[in-house]
């Protein structure tokens, strides 16, 4: 069973676009590292509001691309532009649509 986790972060005002390129320039560091889903989305109605839903192989594969110098490097980047306000939920990924076969 593959591991899932969406998460939301509030950008200090007008920061939202900087964070979020950040957050892009990750997503082929994070297909190498284990993660088959990166998804970074923006609230229409909340102009600071960033939500990211991730598939990973495992937990194991998560945690260990936190631990990836070009990760932290990103966190540094964006922790200053951040409220400190986060969101989590981790999840079992039972399947769905683009979810591969190989890990439902």
Same mark, same amino acid.
């Given at each position: #069973?593959?591991?899932?986790? *969406?998460?939301? #972060? ?41 939500? *990211?839903?991730?598939i990973w192989r495992s937990r194991e594969h998560h945690a260990a691309s936190r631990q ?37």
């Open positions: #069973m593959a591991f899932g986790y *969406v998460g939301s #972060m509030r950008a200090r005002p007008g920061r939202r676009a900087e964070v979020v390129a950040i957050l892009l320039e990750a997503t082929d560091q994070v297909a190498s590292a284990g993660c088959s889903l990166y998804a970074v989305g923006v609230s229409e109605t909340d102009p600071d509001l960033i939500v *990211v839903s991730e990836l110098p070009e990760t932290r490097a990103a966190i540094e980047r964006a922790m200053p532009m951040l409220t400190g306000e986060f969101t989590g939920q981790e999840l079992n990924v039972v399947g769905g649509l683009g979810v591969p076969a190989a890990l439902s």
